[in-house]
């Protein structure tokens, strides 16, 4: 069965920087896109924008074209997340999730990530 | 961008009928096909795909869940709504980028 499973919760102080990971199975990694998607506390879902898993190339939405940074390891069918230079409004929960044709079929878990002095 | 707008809360009866709405600020379809995708989130979960390109259930879902609508109007409804159906629903829109979400709408127990 397909299974996006993320890394845990981090807790960061301003100014640092973050790597999550999201690691899929049950299916051929490179046949879909990745993409990733921030819920900040009691809100909405923010699309931040999808990695092409066959090529590496990221496509980022503008509110997420600064500090973000997607990238993969293929070998090992992983997805990841970088945020540099964190801010508070960085607090959130942070989805990967795998493209069907525009709609997004398989989800992680989500990692909250609480940035904090 | 193309902006989605979802009530914030329905209120309903266990065994009766749930109708949440989605608007668009531009027309979503394409040859055919509306670009419009509802999820599911409970509390502290991930979202789940409930129905893609307008009215398509996915897998595993209940067929008490259905989707409907064209353009710029779009329906999820729920019937009959049973407890477990209680969380929050988002419409996603794949017309065009960047992809964007409704507000949710958050279904509550009358």
């Known amino acids: 069965q397909i299974q996006l499973v993320q890394s845990g919760p981090e807790l960061k102080k301003p100014g640092e920087s973050v790597k999550i990971s999201c690691k899929a199975s049950g299916y051929t990694f490179t046949d879909y896109a990745m993409n990733w998607v921030k819920q900040a506390p009691g809100n909405g879902l923010k699309w931040m924008g999808w990695?092409?898993?066959?090529?590496?190339?990221?496509t980022y939405a503008d509110d997420f074209k600064q500090r973000f940074v997607f990238s993969l390891e293929t070998s090992a069918s992983t997805a990841y997340l970088q945020i540099n230079n964190l801010n508070i409004e960085d607090t959130a929960t942070y989805f990967c999730?795998?493209?069907?044709?525009?709609?997004?079929?398989?989800w992680g878990q989500g990692v909250m990530v609480t940035v904090s002095s | 961008d193309i902006v989605l707008t979802q009530s914030p809360a329905l209120a309903v009866s266990l065994e009766q009928r749930a109708t949440i709405s989605c608007k668009t600020s531009q027309n979503v379809d394409n040859y055919g096909i509306s670009y419009m995708h509802w999820y599911q989130q409970k509390p502290g979960q991930q979202p789940k795909l409930l129905i893609y390109?307008?009215?398509n259930l996915a897998s595993g879902i209940p067929a008490r869940f259905s989707g409907s609508g064209s353009g710029t109007d779009f329906t999820l409804t729920i019937d009959p709504v049973e407890a477990d159906d209680i969380a929050t629903y988002y419409c996603?829109?794949?017309?065009?980028?960047?992809?964007?979400f409704g507000g949710g709408t958050k279904l509550e127990l009358k």
């Open positions: 999730t795998k493209s069907g044709p525009g709609y997004f079929d398989y």
């Open positions: 996603q829109q794949s017309k065009d980028y960047p992809r964007t």
């Open positions: 990695i092409n898993t066959q090529t590496g190339k990221p």
């Open positions: 390109e307008g009215s």
